[in-house]
């Protein structure tokens, strides 16, 4: 259960990160504002892009498959449109107003959530 917790603290830090580049705050505005440490932020930013870096050098394996998972569209009549279920039992149910952007960087942590 361990695993589960750090994948759920890594997927948290880094749509922190994401945020904070997005925001165009500084880390330190960004920081204040959301009752984070500064020093947590540069940390967990450099952690992502040396593994980005690594990624790019082709330094990983560059054979991992995509894996699609089913997608079940639902009728309109309610407040949901979408939903979405991964392999691991993750559910995302994305209604019709919802923002591309949001729905973007939710995908992704469930990705990377598994």
């Known amino acids: 259960m361990a695993r589960q917790g750090s994948e759920d603290k890594r ?13 165009g ?10 009752g984070l440490g500064q020093a947590s932020l540069f940390a967990w930013r450099r952690k992502f892009r040396a593994e980005e870096a690594e990624r790019c050098d082709g330094s990983e394996r560059g054979d991992e498959s995509v894996r699609l998972a089913p997608v079940k569209l639902l009728e309109e009549k309610g ?32 990705h990377e959530v598994g």
Do not use: H, Y
């Not at 705050?25 to 959301?34: D, G, M, N, P, T």
């Not at 939903?83 to 729905?103: F, H, K, W």
């Open 11 to 23: 997927a948290f830090w880094r749509m922190v990160v994401q945020m904070q580049e997005e925001s």
């Open 79 to 110: 407040p949901v449109a979408v939903e979405i279920v991964s392999p691991s039992g993750l559910v995302l149910r994305i209604g019709n107003d919802a923002d591309t952007e949001n729905v973007r960087r939710v995908l992704q942590l469930m």
């Open 25 to 34: 705050l500084s880390v330190r505005k960004f920081c204040e504002q959301e």
